[in-house]
C-alpha cells in the first residue's frame, strides 16, 4: 500500500511558477513509475509528466513540454513538479499518482490532489 499526499499548490498570477511535491510513504517508492495528473473544472482528469523509478525516463503532455519539469528524490519519497510559465489554463487540482506507466497509464495509487489556481 502506498499513501501519497500532494502540496506546494496556491494562487499564481500568469507567468508565475510553482513547484508541487507528493511525498509517499512506503519502502518500495523507488520501483515505482510516478506520475502527476490535473482535472480541470469541468474538465476529464488528463495526464501531465510521468518519471520511471530510477528517474531515467521521463515524459510529458505536449501542452507542458518547456515549462514543467518532473523530478524525483528516491531518498525522501518525494516526487516534484515544477511548473514555470504558468498559464490560466494549468489551473486544475493536481494529482500525484504511483504504479503507473511513464505515459500514463494504469495508475494504482492516487493522491488527494493540491490546487493551482493561476490568475489572468
Known amino acids: 500500500q502506498v499513501q501519497l499526499v500532494e502540496s506546494g499548490g496556491g494562487l499564481v498570477q500568469a507567468g508565475g511558477s510553482l513547484r508541487l511535491s507528493c511525498a509517499a510513504s512506503?519502502?518500495?517508492?523507488?520501483?515505482?513509475?510516478m506520475g502527476w495528473f490535473r482535472q480541470a473544472p469541468g474538465e476529464e482528469r488528463e495526464f501531465v509528466a510521468g518519471?520511471?523509478?530510477?528517474?531515467?525516463?521521463?515524459y510529458y503532455e505536449d501542452s507542458v513540454k518547456g515549462r514543467f519539469t518532473i523530478s524525483r528524490d528516491n531518498a525522501k519519497n518525494t516526487v516534484y513538479l515544477e511548473m514555470n510559465g504558468l498559464k490560466p489554463k494549468d489551473t486544475a487540482v493536481y494529482y500525484c499518482?504511483?504504479?503507473?506507466?511513464?505515459?500514463?497509464?494504469?495508475?494504482?495509487?492516487w493522491g488527494r490532489g493540491t490546487r493551482v489556481t493561476v490568475s489572468s
Open positions: 499518482a504511483a504504479d503507473i506507466t511513464v505515459r500514463g497509464d494504469g495508475a494504482s495509487y
Open positions: 512506503g519502502r518500495t517508492f523507488r520501483s515505482y513509475n
Open positions: 518519471i520511471s523509478g530510477s528517474g531515467g525516463s521521463i
